[in-house]
């Protein structure tokens, strides 16, 4: 009897200070711990419980599963505690399984597990975490739905929910995002422009873009991109001026690249093509060309706003720039493909455009 006692207490104590190293991530002592353990009782279930977290830990899925598998371990880690079964043994089996690749059936175990256990958000997480590796985005999105039911300010779910849904239902995304703030309105304003409801992208991207609130606070900072984005919502939208206003403010951010310069001063020339601002639009269009000079598209755009306004010599030099970069039939094209952006400008010729195009 005073052996027994005496075994229990060393295999306590070597479980104790296994415990206490797995803590400081001192995982190679803390292995060493539970071999003494398990020395003195190779069944032992908590040193083998232990074992395998530790293995985990140390990424030997295979041997987590050896620990746990090859010793009857319940999801109790004892089989006289059935009635009061904890998730813990089945949580660390169906990470194991994932980890070494069979990932269906560490679904198929979490997916036992969160019916025994529907109020514990944690195994529910853990699911939908599987279930996205598992590539089952409507599964986790449900998943989620349910994590949420439970803890509706769990802010992390949400997102990843509105995530999870925005491809194949964009409504359903921006319904998962919950209440909208600085932290998520940039997400709500694309799957506003997603679901077609530009009206509220507008006031979305309109608050983001305001001095001082917004932009300033969000998790996204305001940029080039997503004055663009708002840009083309404006646009969409008709207001024209705006739109313009947007663009030049994302030219002003310092972090992108020559190609994407010039392609932001192109929309913003044809804009003012739009609005009917040829000598505007022809100042934009030659920045295009100086950021990048084999840019046909902007040579082309300058060729038409020289013509719009005017300016034969201009047009003359831009054409011959464009022929050197483009062949005859994709010169007519982006020549032909301004056409739409100049109807309403007060053209000095309105035969001119297209014998530029013939040409």
């Known amino acids: 009897m005073k052996h027994e006692r005496s075994q229990r207490e060393a295999i306590a104590h070597a479980l104790d200070h296994a415990r206490l190293a797995l803590a400081g991530n001192l995982l190679d002592a803390a292995l060493d711990h539970v071999r003494e353990a398990l020395r003195r009782d190779p069944d032992h279930a908590e040193a083998r419980l232990l074992e395998a977290r530790i293995r985990l830990r140390r990424h030997e899925p295979r041997l987590a599963l050896t620990a746990l598998d090859n010793h009857g371990l319940s999801s109790t880690g004892n089989e006289a505690d059935a009635d009061t079964a904890r998730p813990d043994v089945d949580l660390m089996r169906a990470t194991a399984l994932a980890s070494s690749g069979r990932i269906d059936l560490a679904v198929a175990l979490m997916e036992s597990l969160a019916d025994r256990f529907p109020g514990d958000a944690g195994v529910l997480r853990t699911l939908a975490g599987m279930q996205v590796h598992a590539n089952r985005p409507a ?31 964009p409504a359903a995304a921006l319904d998962a995002l919950g209440t909208i703030d600085d932290h998520n309105r940039r997400r709500a ?13 507008e006031a979305h ?13 969000a998790e996204d900072e305001a940029d080039g991109d997503l004055a663009r984005e708002a840009a083309a919502v404006a646009e969409a939208l008709g207001d024209l001026p705006r739109a313009a206003d ?8 310092p972090d992108q690249s020559a190609q994407s310069l010039a392609l932001t001063h192109r929309r913003l020339a044809r804009l003012h093509l739009l609005a009917g601002k040829p000598a505007q639009a022809g100042r934009a269009f030659h920045r295009a060309t100086r950021l990048v000079p084999a840019d046909a598209e902007a040579w082309a755009g300058l060729v038409v706003a020289a013509r719009v306004a005017g300016k034969p010599r201009l047009m003359h030099r831009a054409d011959a720039a ?22 309403a400008a007060p053209v000095r010729d309105p035969q001119a455009l297209g014998a530029a195009a013939r040409s």
């Open 139 to 169: 599964a986790a999105a449900h998943t989620l739905g349910q994590v949420l039911e439970l803890e509706p300010d769990d802010r992390t779910s949400a997102r990843l929910r509105s995530d999870l849904l925005t491809h194949s239902d």
């Open 189 to 201: 304003a694309r799957l506003c422009v997603a679901c077609d409801r530009l009206p509220e992208a």
């Open 205 to 217: 991207y309109a608050e983001l873009l305001a001095p001082g609130i917004g932009a300033a606070e």
């Open 246 to 253: 947007r663009l030049t403010l994302a030219l002003a951010d």
């Open 322 to 343: 464009l022929r050197k970069l483009t062949d005859r039939a994709e010169r007519r094209r982006l020549l032909t493909a301004f056409e739409p952006s100049v109807a």
